[in-house]
């Protein structure tokens, strides 16, 4: 694919999309069910399909049933861990070997022309970002998703709270799901403003904003801090009536898909085509860095003003802000 008829590069070698990014259709008022049926492809490819999926693979074929987990065991309990594990280095480890390691992209629909790990850093352990990202990933990231999932299951085995069954309430736990992508995004905006707070960002969130040019084990590369914050979103699933195929689904879309805006590439190409990443959004916060806490599935950084759609005039009204920003300190 040539990258050049969707994109420009500049004098550095960085890639960006011609095309602006778009707030989703959703909250458009009045509504637009053309705008929304020609945007809900992509709403649910390739990702939350995926995610969908690999959750009902893994309930019906690799997690424990609901009987075992009714008691905390350490048997079941490292059971999902060590799943959790492979899956995760799975996942990620093929994007990061074949886009990263061996590069068979190169820089094609890459935004920042350059590799992470060839530049050391004394912001990383071992002063390589892989290395680093892997030691949050696994010493942190995935034994604490893991937490949350152990507790929710014993929850729902236990009777703890109620649950509906697909068999009785089928349309509505569709819509659930459906929506499930739009709570993440809620939670995670409003984390996400939390953790950029001077103390928060200070001694928690800048651990994986050293990522500025992310890739894809830097996903959960956090303070454990932020991971108990980050996949506090399924704790929903306890709260209103849903089902523990959803809540699996809610925890693969913030742990697998936590992978999507850190992937570093607009594109993955396969054989002549390829497909969307979806992570520009994402992308250019850890860019700029007070930019799209969320990923425009809502319009709430448009709201507050922080929207970046990766146009110049975006950039200007960044760079405005930030003046702005600077005479309000200097004149205290």
Known sequence: MDDLQHGTRNKRGDWAPKRALQIS????FPPN???????????????NVL?????????????PDLATMQH??????????ALNMAAIFVFYGVFELRLFIQRRQGTHFKYNAKFPDDTKSDVFLFKKQSLDSLVWCFAFGVPIWTGYQV????????????????????WYLLALGFALPIWHELHFFCVHRLIHTPFLYKWVHSVHHNSVNPSPFSSLAMHPVEHILYFSSVLLHLIIP????????QMHFAGFGAMVGHIGFDKVEVGQGGFDTHAYSH???HKHFEVNYGDGLMPLDKLFGTWHDGTAQAEAQMEARFKRRVARMNRT
Do not use: C, E, Q
């Open 25 to 28: 259709p959703l909250f458009t």
């Open 33 to 47: 069910p053309i705008k929304i049926l020609k945007w809900l492809p992509g709403y649910l490819l390739p990702w």
């Open 51 to 63: 995610f969908m999926v690999s959750a009902v693979v893994f309930w019906h074929y690799l997690m």
């Open 72 to 81: 905390l065991a350490w048997g079941w309990v490292l059971r999902i861990l």
């Open 151 to 170: 507790g929710v299951f014993w929850v729902f085995a236990n009777g703890y709270v109620p649950w509906v069954s697909f068999s009785d309430n089928l």
């Open 242 to 249: 849903s089902n523990p195929i959803l809540a699996l689904y």
């Open 283 to 285: 992308y250019l916060h």
